[in-house]
C-alpha cells in the first residue's frame, strides 16, 4: 500500500509564498516522475510542474519564474515553492506520484495526494 500525504497549503495573500510538501510512504520500490497538478472551481485539472527522477522539470507557462518543484529522493517527497502567489494561482493542489511497487515482479502505477487548498487573496 502507497500513500501520498501532501501539507502546507493555506491562505495567504498576493505576492505571498508557500511551500507544498508531498511524502510517499509505503511499500515503495522505487520513484519515477513527482509532480503538482491543480484544479480551480469549475475548471479541469492542469499540470502545475514536474520533476523526474534525474531531476529535470518542467513548468506550466503560468507559473514559470514563480513556481520551483524539487524532491529529496531519501525521504520520498517532492516539494512546490511558490513566490508571487497571484489570485489565479488559487485551487486544490494535488500531489502525483508514479511508483514503482514490487510483489513477485515490478509494478509501476499512478498515486494521488490527498489534495491542499491553496486561497490567494487579492
Known amino acids: 500500500q502507497v500513500q501520498l500525504v501532501e501539507s502546507g497549503g493555506g491562505l495567504v495573500q498576493a505576492g505571498g509564498s508557500l511551500r507544498l510538501s508531498c511524502a510517499a510512504s509505503g511499500s515503495i520500490f522505487s520513484i519515477n516522475a513527482m509532480g503538482w497538478y491543480r484544479q480551480a472551481p469549475g475548471k479541469q485539472r492542469e499540470l502545475v510542474a514536474a520533476?523526474?527522477?534525474?531531476?529535470?522539470?518542467n513548468y506550466a507557462d503560468s507559473v514559470k519564474g514563480r513556481f520551483t518543484i524539487s524532491r529529496d529522493n531519501a525521504k520520498n517527497t517532492v516539494y512546490l515553492q511558490m513566490n508571487s502567489l497571484k489570485p489565479e494561482d488559487t485551487a486544490v493542489y494535488y500531489c502525483?506520484?508514479?511508483?514503482?511497487?514490487?510483489?513477485?515482479?515490478?509494478?509501476?502505477?499512478?498515486?494521488w495526494g490527498q489534495g491542499t487548498q491553496v486561497t490567494v487573496s487579492s
Open positions: 502525483n506520484a508514479n511508483i514503482a511497487t514490487m510483489y513477485r515482479s515490478i509494478s509501476n502505477k499512478d498515486y
Open positions: 520533476i523526474t527522477s534525474g531531476r529535470s522539470t
